[in-house]
Nanobody
Framework: QVQLVESGGGLVQPGGSLRLSCAAS????????IGWFRQAPGKEREGVSC????????YYADSVKGRFTMFRDNSKNTVYLQMDSLKPEDTAVYYC?????????????????WGRGTQVTVSS
């Protein structure tokens, strides 16, 4: 069974940085599209970033473009989300998810398996 485990969340001040990890078991991450999503209280889950396995392209929501970077370490079967210049509006539970195809899409229903999430809180 596919398993994804997120880690790296926490409390950080505005302007600070965090690096989230998404480790996979029972499958090889770089065969598939992997997305990062987030959900703030009272809001719908939204896409943050995605990396495609077909050509390694990465995609970012406009709200995080230039501040967040997604990348893989295939030797560790892990993907990361480096988050810099964090803002209070980045506060949310962050999830990684796998789409058992090679290309990223925005629709959350197209992703097949999800981790349990990690809380990110940006506050002074």
């Amino acid at each position: 069974q596919v398993q994804l485990v997120e880690s790296g969340g926490g409390l950080v001040q505005p302007g600070g940085s965090l690096r989230l990890s998404c480790a996979a078991s029972e499958f090889t991450l770089d065969y598939y599209a992997i997305g990062w999503f987030r959900q703030a209280p009272g809001k719908e889950r939204e896409g943050v970033s995605c990396i495609s396995s077909s050509d390694g392209s990465t995609y970012y929501a406009d709200s995080v473009k230039g501040r967040f970077t997604m990348f893989r370490d295939n030797s560790k079967n892990t993907v990361y989300l480096q988050m810099d210049s964090l803002k209070p509006e980045d506060t949310a539970v962050y999830y990684c998810a796998v789409r058992l195809l090679t290309v990223c899409v925005a629709n959350t229903t197209e992703y097949d398996d999800w981790g349990r999430g990690t809380q990110v809180t940006v506050s002074s």
